[in-house]
């Protein structure tokens, strides 16, 4: 190491001889810190992607490597938001893979004190029965007059607020041939 | 604002850098406040009156825009002789149907249309929420009303405007929202004086207004100033409502809502709409102007995208298989009868009502009675776990062992591991891309729906029912790809965009929607985000490529306009209103609309076009009706239809309140929507006897920190670090008057239920002087719930169910309480508690809530439910007063 360079690994030195006089970036930077780099530089992707709390919708950016989340920034592009976002959107990463997230199906018996497992495929077969079991009991063709009615009021749904336009689209369209009336959202709320 | 939607209050911290004047109206002082000009406290449920005020000062003093109120509004239409306003009724107008609780709306037609009444006071149309279908445009009007230009006609809608506000002078704004006259007037001074040609002032308001059971006529009465003052149309103008939820806008356009289809075509009802005819027509009003004469093609082409092949003009498009509705069939209306054994299965996705939704205690104990729910969600919410883990487990009214409800918990994918479109507060739609999978057997909701729809329709494949001929013949083939056979969104995008069935190429606009069977659009007013076969909603061209208005970052309805009714930035001319303030005007060399927006405007019609007699629809506006969705293509300062409770915006005190009505002998709205069910007692409010039982107002928000019920924030660590523990805000003269320590423990009672909080003595809020007394103001924020990695007691818990006659929306921004010292009691003693506070208000099971608290309706009945299936609802009396 010749005295050149061990100088310059002093940090006062380059705070006193080099650009930052104030010691708060490149005077202070530690062998170690220097070969750091941002994980969104080392990403595999990037998906452009959008706040999942308020509607303000402000842009975000997504990184990821190996099938996981590494990273969710603001959207510095964003006309809406220019690269901001609040204390939620700023903890979005942290929701995403939060420890707390359910991964697996549950299932509570009618009288059980504990949930149990239950396989997806299962439980959409089963859903689908009592869906059918609901609308055969509580069908109502015509009214006392013999005007069209073609409707159960045997099921119900709260939510959509959200999802995406797409899945709210599917949600009403498959609920009204159904014959599902009561399906309602947060913005009655 | 700066609390529950940072990011978008730094537009306002720029307007403010640029000289604007901020005022902010809230009972709490919060961050907003604090980056304000001035903050006016409010006593909670009292904004029509401060409002009322300013339309007041306006009218007073001729500060109005004239020429734009002369051009662009009904203030020169002259009304029925009939019509009686609430000065001259002690709060009522003229119409009330005492039996029903609603109005006929003849009286209030302008002159010579009286007998065009649609409405005939059934409260038919409060309980399929019918405000909320005409959120896009007007009730029918014909456009040939009688107009008196000068404004002088005694019954000219200008001064029956300025009689209505009369009495709402500075003082009377200070005796009833305990604003001090000098703070009125700063506010109604800087409002006045920065409207006009050269500048214009902006209104944002958000659930704060909404949660009432006026909360309609809080915005009608924001609507009567902006347009008074000309702010509508025009850059830095508008009224604009701050969502609370990613897709809120999106799931109102395409509604998971009862009453409404996509685009908010209504759904039928029974008997109104036995026919698609009928139906079509009562959207279309034949013969009116604007837009909404094109509804036929809307309508047809929505039923085209359901049910496809299956839907021909023969057959009305399968017109018949559309379920009908008879009344009200609310989220309110479906727990109640949840409670009363009548609902079956229940889906929740992505939302949590046993903490969300008012009168938790309800809402937890109709879950408990299903024989079975769905609840998708990222996280284990309340309303998954109220059966073994709810306020009312520990009270000993579910006992886990003798619930029945059967509960299946899917895991839901984030937002970041799907992809699709969320339509934000503004109506910009914006496409997200998909980052990764979602883990395990979390899944999309358009995977879930997608799926179920596949199994329902292989398990009816060989049913004869004709019930189920709606399901098999339902348009349901969408592309899927990956391992687990996710749907294509843009595949459903594409739909709802709307295409050419012979060719399949997507619409360009919903200009180009058919009634004869030959396109098919899922939401006619998003058509065009596919324009040109390009997802439009995915475009992200940098800010800093583009100018101000930002019209290549994503895609806004309809036709990517970035404000509606902009034809009124123009005069009516065509000319911008000033070269500060030029938006969209017309070009008489180019012949045509231009502008920094696309122009809310055909864009070839001149401002000189006037409509030939006998037109209908778009052709019937001319060239300065800028209000295009409108029936008449004006600005509605007067409504003689189309708003339930009244033509005009009235001060009425909240549902629940301390005080008698200041202005009125009517206390309340008389035509909210209120239950009268075992479960939801109203405390009482003067004139009835014993309010003094809960002294004390409570209203709840937002903290910047937690969203909503908590399902998305309390579960999150840095999040529920940052604000761990369920508090209440109380005044230090509060707390001095109850015994309350900072840091301590208090406890609430209303009611319905009684809940525990740590108490926080601070000058956020301060008690106001309201005609000749003291009323305290308590605050609460309502994320908290049994669940998650901080818990606490639900705000929500504390509120009855009472509803705005229009929208079908709960009072839950204020209610009565009591507050005292120390924790609640827990389990059995805790309904002791509340049983004593019923019993000390009179709050009995037979208990009638009076409606009419004036003579002058001349009769005294108590109007209970107006369901359809009461007898009450077939009584279309003639009007009382």
Redesign the interface.
Known sequence: MGFKTFIQGWPVYRQLTGTDPLGRGAAAQSARSAELAPRTETADGMARSVCPYCAVGCGQRVFHSDGKVTQIEGDPDSPISRGRLCPKGSASKSLVTSPLRQTKVRYRRPYATEWEDLDLDVALDMIADRILAARAETWEDVDDEGRPLNRTLGISSLGGATLDNEENYLIKKLFTAMGALQIENQARI | MAE?????F?WVMEAKKRGAKVFHVDPRFTRTSALADTYLPIRAGTDIALLGGVVRYILENELDFREYVLAYTNAANIVSEQFVDTEDLDGLFSGYNPDTGSYDHASWQYEGQEDNAKIRGTGKERDS?SGLEHESHGEPVPAQAPRDETLQHPRCVYQILKRHFSRYTPEMVARVCGIPEEKFLELARAWTENSGRERTGALVYSVGWT?HSVGVQYIRTGSIIQTLLGNMGRPGGGILA?????????????????NL??GYLP?PH??DH?TFDEWVDSIRHPGQKGFWGNSRAFAASLLKA?WGDAATPENDFCY???????GD???YQ?VL??IDG??????????N?AV???HGRAQRLGMANL??L?V?????IES?TF??NSPEVATGEIV????????????AA?????E???????R???W??????P????????W??????R??RE??AASTE??DR??LD?A?DYPTHGPHAE?S?EA??K??NGYEVATGRPLNAFGEARDDGSTAI??WI?SGVYADGVNQA?R?????E?D?V?AE?GWAWPANRRTLYNRASADPDGRPWSERKKYVWWDADAGEWTGYDVPDFEKTKPPSYRPPEGASGPAALAGDDPFVMQGDGKAWLYAPSGVLDGPLPTHYEPAESPMRNPLYGQQANPTRKIYEHPINRMNPSPPEPHSQVFPYVFTVSRL?????AGG??R?????AE?QPEMFVEVSPELAGEVGLAHLGWAHLISGRAVIEARVLVTDRLTPLRVDGRIIHQVWLPYHFGTE??VTGDSANDLFGITLDPN????E?KVGTCDIRPGRRPTGPPLLDLVGDYQRRAAMTADRKVPMVTTDAAGGDDAAGSTDEQSPAAHQDGEPHA
């Not at chain 2, 018949?320 to 008879?326: C, I, N, Q, S």
């Not at chain 2, 997200?432 to 999978?437: I, L, Y």
């Not at chain 2, 992200?540 to 800093?544: D, G, M, P, V």
């Not at chain 2, 929208?807 to 709960?810: A, D, K, R, S």
């Open positions: 529950a939607h940072p990011v978008g730094q929420a949660q701050l969502r609370g939820h990613a897709s809120i806008q999106g799931s109102t356009d395409i509604p998971t809502l009862f289809l996509p759904m029974h008997a036995p359901y018949g298989y559309m379920p009908r509705m008879t069939h609310g989220t479906q009868n949840m009548r609902v079956k299965g229940y889906f929740l996705l992505g939302q009502p969300g939704s008012a024989d079975w769905v998708r969600d990222l996280f284990m998954a059966w073994k886990p062992e003798e619930c029945r409800t059967e509960v299946f918990f899917l895991p984030s937002h970041v591991e799907k699709g479109t969320f339509t934000q507060t503004q910009l739609l914006q997200r891309e998909k980052a990764v999978d883990p395990g057997d979390a899944r999309s909701e358009l879930f729906f997608y799926h179920l729809g199994v329902l398990k009816l004709r019930r709606a399901l339902l349901w749907p969104a459903v995008l739909e709802i899922g939401c998003y995915a992200r061209r940098s800010r800093h583009q101000w930002a970052w910047t920190e937690h969203h909503t998305m924030s579960t999150v660590s840095r999040l940052l998650g990695l929208v079908l929306i709960q839950s």
